[in-house]
């Protein structure tokens, strides 16, 4: 059944000033709280069927406590993944569609590093029974294989994708506000059971963990059309159609019913491939048929709040240390980590 928009909206409204309660007293407290209560985070997520920009506008109604210190990153010029010279360009290109490509493609050296890494660490099969286990990788058997952060920060290449300063001072400038790394993802996507695209993301939705964030993506393998693009409903991240803003999966389908489609765009390239992408829009990764994709992603946001967060333990490299002294709010739950 279509929403009716009426309806929603009364519904949202009581849930958009419980974010804003909630949110405000998570920032308050004097050390981030552990955790956001469920109702809260159901709130949220639910208030934000009002408008895919409500998230930004209650992020800066509510986290002011960051002080100065907060706005201070490691030189963004020792990036190994972002030519400083891009960073005003990506900001602009994900304010005008959602997302931006970078020219440049990392060293080769640093992806052939991670996707080696990658191939000998365990994962967790989606779907399957849980247990970690080496990536199968000549015979998968599921659509996707997740390795945790915890694995992941065990890569010191990962580290420093994890620990960028450059593209936490786009994320500033694209938000407007301090930034948190809050999240790493990093997995695999294979040619097998496409009928779980639910499941493994390859269906759109929108990403609702934070009230406001961006994502930085990129493809350690090689990924062409058939190979797994992301995929993105350009404009998405500033307007979506009422039948099309839910908290949940949406069919392409649906996106064509809406006449929407020419506004679809698969983004992809040679490994090295790094994109900055507000995954508020309506995006998906695509089902890959003709081979696997392994691609890793960290997410800046303007807080905690929201989504149960992690605090993994690992040794960091000189490196992550350093940038964690000069930006110890960005890389603040790597905190424990730093005392190894
Ligand atoms: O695989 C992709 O390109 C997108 C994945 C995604 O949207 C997700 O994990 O939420």
């Given at each position: 059944?279509?929403?009716?928009?009426?309806?929603?909206?009364?519904?949202?409204?009581?849930?958009?000033?419980?974010?804003?309660?909630?949110?405000?007293?998570?920032?308050?407290?004097?050390?981030p709280?552990?955790?956001?209560?469920?109702?809260?985070?159901?709130?949220?997520?639910?208030?934000?069927?009002?408008d895919?920009?409500?998230?930004?506008?209650?992020?800066?109604l509510?986290?002011?406590?960051a002080?100065?210190?907060?706005?201070?990153?490691?030189?963004?010029?020792?990036?190994?993944?972002?030519?400083?010279t891009?960073?005003?360009?990506?900001?602009?290109?994900?304010q005008?569609?959602?997302?931006?490509?970078?020219?440049?493609?990392?060293?080769?050296s640093?992806?052939?590093?991670?996707?080696?890494?990658?191939e000998?660490?365990?994962?967790?099969?989606?779907?399957?029974d849980?247990?970690?286990?080496?990536?199968?990788?000549?015979?998968?058997?599921?659509?996707?294989?997740d390795?945790e952060?915890?694995t992941?920060?065990?890569?010191?290449?990962v580290?420093?994708?994890?620990?960028?300063?450059?593209?936490?001072?786009?994320?500033?400038k694209?938000?407007?506000?301090?930034?948190?790394?809050d999240?790493?993802?990093?997995?695999?996507?294979?040619?097998?059971?496409?009928?779980?695209?639910?499941l493994?993301?390859?269906?759109?939705?929108?990403d609702?963990?934070?009230?406001?964030?961006?994502?930085?993506?990129?493809?350690?393998t090689?990924?062409?059309?058939?190979?797994?693009?992301?995929?993105?409903?350009?404009?998405?991240?500033?307007?979506?159609?009422?039948?099309?803003r839910k908290?949940?999966?949406?069919?392409d389908?649906?996106?064509?019913a809406?006449?929407?489609?020419?506004?679809?765009v698969?983004?992809?390239g040679?490994?090295?491939?790094?994109?900055?992408?507000?995954?508020?829009?309506?995006?998906k990764g695509?089902?890959?048929?003709?081979?696997?994709r392994?691609?890793?992603?960290?997410?800046?946001?303007?807080?905690?709040?929201?989504?149960?967060?992690?605090?993994?333990?690992?040794?960091?490299?000189?490196?992550?240390?350093?940038?964690?002294?000069?930006?110890?709010w960005?890389?603040?739950?790597y905190?424990?980590?730093?005392?190894?």
């Amino acid at each position: 059944m279509r929403p009716n928009p009426v309806v929603e909206n009364a519904l949202a409204l009581p849930r958009v000033a419980k974010t804003l309660l909630a949110a405000r007293a998570f920032d308050k407290s004097a050390v981030p709280p552990h955790a956001t209560p469920g109702q809260s985070q159901f709130n949220m997520r639910s208030s934000m069927n009002l408008d895919p920009r409500l998230g930004k506008s209650l992020s800066k109604l509510s986290f002011r406590k960051a002080s100065g210190e907060a706005w201070k990153l490691a030189d963004p010029g020792s990036s190994r993944f972002i030519d400083v010279t891009e960073v005003d360009q990506a900001a602009a290109g994900v304010q005008r569609d959602g997302f931006y490509v970078f020219q440049k493609t990392v060293d080769p050296s640093i992806s052939t590093a991670i996707r080696e890494f990658a191939e000998q660490a365990p994962c967790i099969a989606r779907g399957g029974d849980g247990a970690p286990a080496i990536y199968p990788r000549s015979a998968p058997q599921v659509g996707r294989y997740d390795l945790e952060e915890t694995t992941g920060l065990q890569c010191p290449e990962v580290q420093e994708f994890a620990a960028d300063p450059a593209m936490a001072l786009i994320a500033q400038k694209y938000l407007g506000q301090p930034v948190v790394m809050d999240e790493i993802a990093f997995w695999w996507t294979t040619t097998q059971r496409a009928e779980d695209a639910n499941l493994n993301a390859q269906m759109f939705h929108q990403d609702r963990d934070r009230l406001s964030f961006l994502k930085f993506f990129i493809f350690l393998t090689d990924v062409t059309p058939e190979t797994g693009p992301h995929v993105y409903l350009k404009g998405s991240h500033r307007k979506i159609p009422w039948g099309l803003r839910k908290d949940g999966r949406i069919s392409d389908e649906s996106v064509r019913a809406a006449g929407l489609w020419q506004n679809v765009v698969e983004l992809f390239g040679p490994a090295g491939t790094v994109m900055a992408v507000d995954t508020i829009g309506l995006h998906k990764g695509k089902t890959p048929t003709a081979g696997d994709r392994l691609a890793l992603e960290s997410e800046f946001s303007t807080s905690l709040f929201g989504n149960d967060y992690e605090r993994p333990q690992f040794t960091p490299t000189d490196l992550v240390r350093e940038r964690f002294a000069a930006m110890p709010w960005v890389l603040q739950r790597y905190s424990e980590s730093m005392t190894r």
